[in-house]
């Protein structure tokens, strides 16, 4: 392998933070296996996943004065192999990391494998390499629900399929805090009745909140037939969705998440 210049600690640690991330970061033990497996001293295996990782690469670093470790350990750990039941979780790490590495000149390809590539210097024109859409979002202030469920296709651009897992999520959601589980307009006219609800977004105490309840439930309605629904049924190919339309959508979605954080389950069941 070419000799690559070490990384400062700064790009090194965020690299590590996101490789041992708490929810969909490596496993202590996959740890263990990838640094036996980089040949890399496993210096502090005690402490908190991504500094035992910092800590290893680091020391590797120091002694050999090469950045060749980290790129040695990211293609191992990004080995597609490894990610064909979890391909969200490959992308989401090979993205967050494309934002770090792209600071010093490297990206990773679709095939898990680090490759040079110009260098960037400015944090928007790194979030902007790796999805644009996404940071758009980030701009209007977006609910975090919509990033809960279709992270991985918003990185990707991909706005027909982060269009239909958004719609999902706020589905899920709705079941998830009043204890229904069917979907679509059922769901929505037995949670959001005004005479018996089961959640609400306000005390439905005046006509006006009764009609505000009766209104969001609409919108949820409307979403599931004019865009949920279409999504599911239709290719690709046949219902193209422009970015415009997709931020708008998403814009939709993150209203509708906002009242429900308000939402208050009424009638238990």
């Known amino acids: 392998m070419e000799r690559i210049q070490p990384f400062d600690a700064q790009k090194l640690e965020a690299a590590c933070r996101i490789l041992a991330d708490t929810a969909r970061g490596l496993t202590g033990s996959e740890i263990e296996y990838l640094l036996k497996d980089c040949k890399l001293t496993d210096v502090s295996p005690g402490v908190t996943k991504w500094k035992r990782l910092f800590n290893a690469l680091a020391e590797a670093q120091n002694k050999y004065q090469v950045g060749n470790h980290l790129v040695m350990f990211i293609n191992r750990a990004l080995n597609p192999v490894g990610y064909a039941r979890d391909r969200d979780k490959f992308e989401w790490r090979r993205n967050e990391l494309n934002i770090v590495l ?7 390809r679709e095939d898990g494998k680090v490759i040079y590539t110009e260098k960037e210097t400015t944090l ?18 977006s609910h975090p629900e919509i990033y809960k469920y279709c992270n991985a296709e918003l990185l990707a651009e991909n706005y027909f399929h982060a269009v239909f897992e958004a719609i999902k999520g706020v589905f899920n959601r709705i079941r998830e805090l009043s204890g229904i589980a069917s979907d679509g307009a059922e769901l929505i006219n037995r949670v959001f ?25 609409n919108i949820l309605i409307g ?12 290719a690709k190919i046949s219902w193209p969705i422009s970015e415009q339309d997709a931020l708008d959508i998403f814009s939709m979605v993150s209203f509708v998440h906002r009242k429900l954080d308000i939402a208050v389950k009424i009638n238990p069941l």
């Open 102 to 108: 792209s600071f010093s000149g490297f990206l990773i």
């Open 124 to 141: 928007k024109g790194a979030i902007a390499r790796v999805g644009a859409l996404k940071e758009k979002l980030e701009g209007r202030k």
């Open 193 to 217: 009745s005004t005479k018996d609800p089961v959640l609400a977004i306000n005390s439905l105490a005046t006509e006006t909140e009764q009609s505000e309840q009766k209104g969001f439930s």
């Open 223 to 234: 979403i599931f037939g004019a865009i949920r629904n279409p999504v599911a049924h239709s």
